[in-house]
């Protein structure tokens, strides 16, 4: 059966499912074909269902967590839409309901799009974040493993970018970008290791030329 949620709508008459209806079926069918006795019955059929059992309370709830409307969306075929005439299309553009995409083929493609944000080249990432923190660790390493110089242990933006564009970098954490491209990136990742390490490092500038910043390592934390 077909619920009348518009009760100021004729119903249709109602068709059996079953074949051969037995006698007593064929008077309910009958009876069912009564609008307002039809209409009666389905207002006892929403009361009982659908208030005691709160079913329209969590349609609602459930539309409005897929963010979609069974007004606005259809899935698979919009058969209303595809009945109608091109001269009734004309005149209720309106009625043109959108694709709803069913629920893990939209996952599948979040995840295609996660995974395409992790190949080569692709900085601005869902995964950025995460690799702003493993690139900084890995310049903190490079950092303590760095020979001294006459300030101690140092490594500058164009250092850090040279080692993390390097081959000995994972190739999912590699930078691929040129150096002109690279250098908010590399600051970034510079102010990232100062976060996780500032007890161990600081940042500083060169005053002389062109005043390239650099990391260095601070003297409790060094070692020779």
């Not at 269902?49 to 919009?78: C, M, P, W």
């Not at 250098?183 to 490092?201: C, F, G, H, N, S």
Request: proline share 4%.
């Amino acid at each position: 059966m077909v619920f009348c949620h518009d009760l100021g709508t004729i119903p249709e008459s109602y068709v059996s499912l079953l074949e051969e209806a037995d006698p007593e079926v064929q008077k309910l069918q009958n009876l069912l074909n009564n609008p307002a006795l039809r209409m009666e019955v389905e207002r006892i059929i929403i009361q009982v269902i659908a208030q005691q059992h709160n079913i329209l309370e969590r349609l609602d709830l459930l539309e409005e967590y897929l963010g979609v409307s069974a007004k606005t969306h259809f899935v698979g075929i919009d058969m209303a839409w595809e009945e109608m005439d091109d001269s009734e299309r004309l005149m209720n553009p309106h009625k043109k309901r959108k694709t709803f995409t069913p629920l893990p083929e939209r996952i599948s493609e979040l995840e295609k799009k996660i995974l395409e944000g992790n190949t080569q080249g692709s900085e601005n990432s869902l995964l950025s974040g995460n690799k702003t923190v493993v690139r900084a660790k890995l310049v903190m390493e490079e950092l303590e493993r760095t020979k001294p110089k006459l300030a101690g242990k140092t490594l500058t933006s164009s250092e850090i970018y040279l080692f993390l564009s390097s081959e000995d970098i994972p190739e999912e954490c590699r930078i691929f970008v040129k150096r002109s491209s690279s250098r908010a990136m590399i600051q970034t990742i510079m102010e990232k290791v100062v976060e996780l390490y500032p007890e161990k490092v600081r940042k500083s500038k060169k005053r002389k030329g062109k005043g390239t910043s650099f990391l260095i390592l601070m003297e409790d934390a060094n070692d020779f």
